[in-house]
């Protein structure tokens, strides 16, 4: 999967979130971790991985004026935690929510970084032939 795949698919996973959450604290009810969590956590950190490690070759090769890896390292790092957070009533709000913006955040600057650069990471050949 290319960075912009995978970045459009992180900022639905965010999306999720949010109304998870909402629905765990409605229920008033704790997941069943191996069935419920984990299974889950383990696919989405995976596409995370993925994400960080085609980001970082990215940056490397195109180096984009307003992206930076410790921005993609702490975003990977927030979002890894608050997707199982999600699953769990007492998961405080107002922290909960603000991770989720910031990760949004960064993924949308990274979308644009990619429009701006007319490259979706490194596999394309730069137009003027370099």
Not at 46 to 61: L, T
Not at 63 to 86: C, G, L
Not at 87 to 113: C, D, H, M, N, P
Request: proline share 4%; hydrophobic share 35%; glycine share 4%.
């Amino acid at each position: 999967m290319k960075l912009k795949q995978l970045t459009l698919a992180l900022l639905e996973e965010c999306d999720e979130c949010k109304p998870r959450h909402a629905q765990m604290r409605e229920e008033d009810r704790e997941p069943d971790f191996f069935s419920e969590v984990k299974p889950y956590a383990d696919r989405v950190h995976a596409m995370i991985a993925d994400w960080k490690s085609e980001a970082e070759r990215w940056i490397g090769a195109e180096r984009p004026k307003y992206v930076r890896m410790p921005q993609i390292d702490n975003a990977a790092d927030m979002m890894t935690q608050f997707v199982v957070q999600s699953f769990y009533k007492g998961t405080g709000k107002k922290r909960f929510y603000q991770s989720i913006q910031s990760v949004q955040y960064t993924l949308k600057i990274v979308l644009e970084a990619l429009e701006e650069g007319k490259a979706d990471g490194i596999d394309e050949e730069k137009e003027d032939g370099q």
